[in-house]
């Protein structure tokens, strides 16, 4: 009868289960942090910086490191288990467990978000020391995406700390295909990020169906921004450069450029036009701001209350204008705001009128209104210091600023040469970015080293 044998304590398949890739990577992150801290230690061997009389030096440095023979071990925090259990588990004393893990939260680096269930942490540890039994001589995990931080252990049995930043580059990603199920799917298949679906979405405005994740059989074609490491994995994602998509409700380009004059990035087509707005910020044409949105000193309570909107000072009587396509959801009066109108728009929008002096007559609840469209006229009915337009959008529910709001600008450049020959030469980098195969890469950051714990 064969008998299982392993070594290895049951519970520890059970809490700790890294993937071979956690594995590969994080194996290449040590090799990395060893590497670096050679540099690093080996131009000041003789020069221990004089706040640090512990600096470990360069000749501590080669006479453990080399010769050891090491062994990694990668554990993953669990909700029921921290990091120093996890230490304990791969086979650290509970004492070099505490001092290691003490000595990378003394860096200030990790919150505790960063020792959530899921961390993956990389330990070294020398097999033959402590009469057999081991000990632990490193302990590296992620930060962040660009950071990993390291302890090492002394020869007086504490730890110090390095942080390594990763060698980043500016790269981009293409992913075009055809929708199965839904877009973020689609993304998801082939190793994008879902949450640009969202994003492509939201340059259709028109489309109800692509909000929800598009039809089975639609096509589409999008570039991202990403930043990578040397080998091609990436590290986070950046903004989306292009979509474009084919489908049933919509068809379109739209490219991602940033005009010199506004410095604003927005999404621009062919003919050098930015998407219509989907609303306007200002349903009185122009008028001054009296009050803007956020936390403000309510003028008759006194307390500190969220402003939900902005208002625009105005006399009596000045026409209100719907700020976008959409059908009249409310229409009367409401406690505070006096005579309102609400108005739901397109992608979750709603726009809110309050302290009206009247109404529009030939409006009523469940009519639909044409941006522009009269609606009524400013007062100072409800509770009002004076006339003024308190105007809100609401997205999904939630009060947003009206000034600040990111919505499209509804811009041409076709009239200005000089912007819209850039454009150009941006579409035809995107273009040849879709073209291209494979990534594209740029170098920017170096590798760095910070001692953070000497
Ligand atoms: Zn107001």
Do not use: C
């Not at 490491?229 to 490219?255: C, I, M, P």
Request: charged share 20%.
């Amino acid at each position: 009868m064969i008998r299982n044998s392993t070594k290895t304590p049951a519970r520890v398949d059970r809490r700790f289960r890294p993937s071979r890739k956690a594995e590969l990577i994080a194996g290449g992150l040590i090799v990395l942090a060893m590497l670096v801290l050679f540099a690093l230690v080996r131009p000041t061997s003789d020069a221990a910086s004089p706040s640090s009389p512990d600096w470990l030096t360069y000749s501590d440095f080669s006479q453990d490191m080399p010769t050891i023979s090491t062994a990694e071990r990668v554990g993953t925090i669990t909700r029921r288990a921290q990091a120093s259990d996890v230490l304990e588990v791969l086979g650290a004393s509970g004492e070099d467990a505490d001092n290691a893990m003490d000595a990378l939260r003394d860096t200030g680096l990790l919150s505790r978000s960063k020792l959530a269930a899921g961390t993956v942490l990389t330990a070294y540890f020398d097999e033959a020391a402590n009469e057999g039994l081991g000990e632990l001589v490193s302990v590296s995990l992620r930060a962040d995406p660009r950071t990993t931080l390291l302890a090492t252990r002394k020869p007086d049995g504490s730890f110090m700390t390095s942080t390594l930043t990763a060698r980043v580059f500016d790269g981009t990603r293409r992913i075009a295909g055809t929708i199965e199920t839904t877009l973020a799917d689609a993304l998801t298949a082939q190793g994008g990020p879902q949450d640009l679906a969202g994003d492509v979405a939201a340059l259709f405005p028109d489309d109800t169906q692509l909000a929800l994740g598009g039809r089975k059989g639609e096509r589409f074609d999008i570039v991202y921004q990403v930043a990578e490491d040397e080998r091609g994995n990436v590290l986070e994602t950046g903004d989306l450069l292009f979509a474009a998509y084919n489908g049933k409700q919509s068809n379109g380009s739209w490219y991602r450029f940033e005009p010199s004059d506004t410095g604003r990035a927005e999404f621009y087509n062919r003919q050098g036009s930015t998407q219509k707005p989907l609303l306007t910020r200002y349903p009185l044409g122009y008028a001054q701001i009296s009050s803007g949105f956020g936390r403000r000193l309510h003028p008759v309570s006194g307390l500190l209350l969220l402003h939900s909107g902005v208002d625009f000072r105005a006399p009596i009587g000045t026409p209100i204008y719907a700020a976008g396509d959409g059908v009249i959801s409310q229409m009367g009066w409401g406690d505070g705001y006096g005579r309102q109108i609400f108005i739901t728009h397109k992608r979750d929008f709603e726009t809110v009128y309050a302290h009206m002096s009247g109404f529009n007559t030939q409006l009523s609840p469940g009519m639909s209104v044409k941006r522009g469209d009269l609606i009524g006229y400013v007062g100072n009915s409800g509770t009002a210091t004076g006339p003024h337009l308190h105007f809100e959008i609401r997205e999904n529910g939630r009060y947003v600023n009206p000034v600040s709001l990111n919505l499209p600008s509804g811009r041409s450049l076709a009239r200005n040469p000089e912007e819209m020959d850039k454009l150009r030469e941006q579409i035809s980098k995107i273009d040849t970015l879709r073209g291209a195969t494979g990534p594209l890469t740029t170098a920017r950051l170096t590798t760095m080293t910070i001692p953070t714990n000497p």
